[in-house]
């Protein structure tokens, strides 16, 4: 009889795979994202039990994080133990969920924005711990690509999608705003839009209200001149390229004006780490579902656990 058959794992390997899966459960915040979830679940008195709502979330975030369809999530838990481990679905006789199990928990979260108070709840639990101190934020946009192919069931592109230039390239898709902790590099604020819409019309969506402080691009240049600009905050953006270009370093004073956006760049590049890690880590280079209101969501999910990700060596030093 095979090891597999008698359901023993006697291999001694700790993979990159299970170190990451044991740290996020270690900090997740799993009690309280289960006490938000369970009031939307609909109670069922006949038929089979439903599955506990902590294992269709643990099912739901593996999702996310390695990038799996329902019918591939499904297929899975089936075929890897570590997930069905996870997900508390390793017993000799567990029923597994089905597709169309993972797909309705899927639609519960976004019928009722789950995802955005998941990200409320993380970044509650990481401000509670002194992670987050909200005294200055740093603003940017990423682009995501949208299938341009028409050969699917409607015959047209994503209408929700839009066409944007970037230099010299066209893109075709939508775009991931964030605010971000200047201090910490952790996002508390998504807003999800089509590509053409630009950076600098969602800048102050982006901030929370608290912050002294606010650091972004030259795509930022006379934000502070718009009528929603919000008195008492400071708006320190990058000078534009070209006239960065064009100080004389051998003038003291524009050695200087060059020595302050070498500044602003550094604190502006906190915000470049959530973005590889929702790109390079969780593989979100390209949308996943069609609409901008399903890939929002997802967007929100994602930031809140790369959130989690980034923060895991201080939340384990606290014991979480």
Same mark, same amino acid.
């Given at each position: 009889?095979?090891?597999?058959?008698?359901?023993?794992?006697?291999?001694?390997?700790?993979?990159?795979?299970?170190?990451?899966?044991?740290?996020?459960?270690?900090?997740?915040?799993?009690?309280? !994202?289960?006490?938000?979830?369970?009031?939307?679940?609909?109670?069922?008195?006949? %038929?089979?039990?439903?599955?506990?709502?902590?294992?269709?979330?643990?099912?739901?975030?593996? +999702? +996310?994080?390695?990038?799996?369809?329902?019918?591939?999530?499904?297929?899975?838990?089936? *075929?890897?133990?570590?997930?069905?481990?996870?997900?508390?679905?390793?017993?000799?006789?567990?029923?597994?969920? *089905?597709? /169309?199990? &993972?797909?309705?928990?899927? =639609?519960? !979260?976004?019928?009722?924005?789950?995802?955005?108070?998941?990200?409320?709840?993380?970044?509650?639990?990481?401000?509670?711990?002194?992670?987050?101190?909200?005294?200055?934020?740093?603003?940017?946009?990423?682009? &995501?690509?949208?299938?341009? /192919?028409?050969?699917?069931?409607?015959?047209?592109?994503?209408?929700?999608? =839009?066409?944007?230039?970037?230099? #010299?390239?066209?893109?075709?898709?939508?775009? @991931?705003?964030?605010?971000? *902790?200047?201090?910490?590099?952790?996002?508390?604020?998504?807003?999800?839009?089509?590509?053409?819409?630009?950076?600098?019309?969602?800048?102050?969506? $982006?901030? =929370?209200?608290?912050?002294?402080?606010?650091? %972004? *691009?030259?795509?930022?240049?006379?934000?502070?001149?718009?009528?929603?600009? @919000?008195?008492?905050?400071?708006?320190?953006?990058?000078?534009?390229? %070209?006239?960065?270009?064009?100080?004389?370093?051998?003038?003291?004073?524009?050695?200087?004006?060059?020595?302050?956006?070498?500044?602003?760049?550094?604190?502006?590049?906190?915000?470049?780490?959530?973005?590889?890690?929702?790109?390079?880590?969780?593989?979100?280079?390209?949308?996943?579902?069609?609409?901008?209101? #399903?890939?929002?969501?997802?967007?929100?999910?994602?930031?809140?656990?790369?959130? $989690?990700?980034?923060?895991?060596?201080?939340?384990?030093?606290?014991?979480?």
């Amino acid at each position: 009889m095979k090891q597999g058959e008698l359901g023993l794992n006697l291999s001694t390997k700790r993979t990159r795979k299970r170190e990451f899966l044991d740290e996020m459960s270690q900090v997740v915040p799993w009690a309280d !994202l289960v006490a938000l979830i369970e009031p939307h679940c609909p109670k069922k008195k006949t %038929g089979r039990p439903p599955f506990p709502v902590g294992t269709m979330l643990r099912v739901h975030f593996l +999702q +996310q994080w390695f990038g799996l369809s329902d019918p591939a999530m499904e297929e899975a838990l089936h *075929d890897v133990p570590l997930y069905r481990e996870f997900a508390g679905l390793d017993g000799a006789m567990a029923r597994l969920p *089905d597709e /169309s199990t &993972i797909l309705r928990f899927r =639609h519960l !979260l976004e019928r009722h924005d789950l995802a955005a108070q998941i990200l409320t709840v993380v970044n509650g639990m990481l401000a509670g711990k002194g992670l987050m101190l909200k005294a200055g934020t740093v603003v940017d946009a990423t682009l &995501i690509s949208a299938p341009t /192919s028409t050969k699917n069931s409607s015959g047209e592109r994503d209408p929700e999608m =839009h066409s944007t230039r970037k230099g #010299k390239q066209y893109y075709f898709g939508m775009k @991931a705003h964030i605010g971000v *902790d200047a201090d910490s590099g952790l996002v508390h604020t998504v807003i999800g839009t089509a590509a053409h819409v630009s950076e600098i019309s969602q800048a102050h969506s $982006l901030l =929370h209200g608290n912050e002294t402080d606010v650091f %972004g *691009d030259a795509g930022f240049v006379g934000v502070h001149k718009r009528p929603e600009a @919000a008195p008492g905050v400071r708006w320190h953006v990058s000078m534009l390229p %070209g006239k960065r270009r064009r100080l004389d370093l051998s003038d003291r004073a524009q050695a200087m004006l060059n020595e302050i956006e070498s500044i602003k760049a550094k604190i502006r590049g906190k915000v470049e780490h959530p973005f590889r890690v929702l790109k390079q880590q969780f593989g979100m280079a390209k949308v996943r579902y069609r609409g901008l209101a #399903k890939n929002t969501a997802q967007l929100k999910t994602l930031f809140a656990l790369s959130n $989690l990700w980034m923060a895991r060596r201080a939340l384990l030093a606290y014991g979480v």
